[in-house]
């Protein structure tokens, strides 16, 4: 894969993973291996381990060729534990400018468990007062 020292110095400021001393600690194959291993990992619940192995393979190619090449949140997102690949959220219009809900919305998304579906509905966001 061939990357300009630019894209070097984004990936290293931006993307890649560091240790709890705050030095890079991935490499940007690395990186690429991660996105894909996370992004293919869904899959599993509708497939198998073969077609699993296929696609992170086909996913990694387009990756690592450039062709392709997801948001900013997947890049650094993908494969840790916060496993956010969105930039935003997007709920009812009715949700979103409801001053009233507003407080419950937020409370709601920053303690549901990692891996926990987001607003499943309405009536499940708990009323903070």
């Known amino acids: 894969m061939q990357l300009s020292e630019n894209a070097h110095r984004v990936l290293q400021a931006r993307y890649l993973r560091r240790n709890a001393h705050g030095k890079v600690s991935e490499t940007p194959d690395q990186l690429f291996t991660r996105v894909a291993r996370a992004i293919v990992h869904a ?77 499943a509905s309405v009536g499940s966001v708990p009323q903070v007062t």
């Open 43 to 119: 899959g599993l619940l509708l497939g198998n381990w073969e077609q699993s192995a296929l696609w992170e393979e086909r996913f990694y190619r387009l990756l690592t060729s450039l062709d392709f090449l997801p948001n900013s949140p997947t890049l650094m997102n993908a494969g840790t534990p916060l496993g956010q690949l969105s930039a935003c959220l997007c709920c009812p219009w009715k949700i979103a400018w409801s001053p009233s809900l507003l407080p419950s919305v937020i409370w709601r998304w920053y303690n549901v468990p990692v891996g926990a579906p987001g607003l």
